[in-house]
């Protein structure tokens, strides 16, 4: 079926006028006349009866107008949801983060920004983020340390240090100033899981400094960590960008090489032009 015909057909059963469905369309009056001519020969059928009143449905015409204005009027559905869309009235954008820090104030400002769009956040490690992100199974991610590759678009965000996190207790505790990381050699530590980018940060530079840390717990949250030292079963790590209000624990930052992490916002290059995706962008520095 030609729609174009279908669509002439639609508009005069509408206005019940050629002249008026030629203007609904923007086309000429004998270009609608000719599509609905063209129709009618196709399919062998009278869809119009001229009257000296102007145009009348025939018994044909009345069952094929009350398709066609079904048809239609999904379309124009489609078409408004589509430039609600773009215009981010509504939506709906999947996004994957390492930790909760930084995405958590982006999320408030595209809430108040877009308050039509709906957020999917996926909190994971740092492999399972980027991972998220390379498989198309997010939209955008707040990523720390990943290297460039190759169709992988990346905005730098800001630096974190690693900080020694101790009991409120610890002689520690009341330190001004950062701690050189030489004092952690041969300290009871609770640390997270070798996978994570803040434990991998930290064994890196004490490699680097030939500390030793003795490693008594290996717990896999921040809270978890956070609990332990708390019940001062040893010291723990943490990075600045986490450091959360909590009387039990206080965190000192750590002095000596290889003690930052960066921190990225990212996306696939080819995704990059999606209307949703380029707002979070804007929105992510603030």
């Known amino acids: ?50 009257t000296a009143r102007g145009v009348e449905l025939t018994e044909d015409g009345v069952r094929l107008s009350a398709i066609s204005r079904t048809l239609f009027a999904l379309e124009e559905e489609a078409e408004a949801m ?29 809430r108040a920004r877009y308050p039509g769009i709906t957020v999917n956040l996926r909190l994971g490690n740092a492999q399972e983020t980027l991972a998220a992100l390379m498989d198309e199974h997010v939209d955008i991610a707040v990523l720390t340390e990943v290297e460039p590759r190759a169709g992988l678009f990346l905005r730098e965000l800001v630096e974190s240090r690693i900080c020694a996190l101790v009991p409120a207790s610890h002689a520690w505790s009341g330190h001004a100033g950062e701690l050189p990381l030489g004092e952690l050699d041969q300290q009871i530590m609770v640390l997270r899981e070798p996978d994570s980018i803040t434990r991998r940060t930290f064994d890196a530079a004490c490699s680097t400094a030939s500390v030793e840390p003795r490693v008594l717990l290996e717990l896999d949250s921040r809270e978890a960590v956070t609990e332990a030292v708390a019940a001062e ?26 003690l930052l992490n960066r921190h990225a916002i990212g996306c696939l290059e080819r995704r990059r032009g999606l209307r949703v995706v380029s707002a979070f962008l804007e929105l992510a520095e603030g």
């Open 1 to 50: 079926m030609n729609l174009f015909q279908l669509r002439a057909f639609d508009a005069v059963a509408r206005e019940r006028s050629f002249t008026r469905a030629a203007d609904r369309l923007f086309i000429s009056q004998p270009a609608v006349t000719g599509h609905v001519k063209a129709l009618e020969e196709h399919y062998q059928v009278n869809l119009f009866r001229r």
């Open 82 to 110: 589509l430039d609600a869309s773009r215009e981010l009235v509504t939506g709906r954008i999947e996004v994957a983060a390492d930790g909760p820090h930084l995405v958590m104030p982006m999320l408030a400002r595209l």
């Open 233 to 258: 079963l040893g010291i723990g790590i943490v990075s600045s960008l986490e450091v959360s209000p909590d009387p039990r624990v206080k965190a000192i930052p750590l002095s000596g090489d290889g």
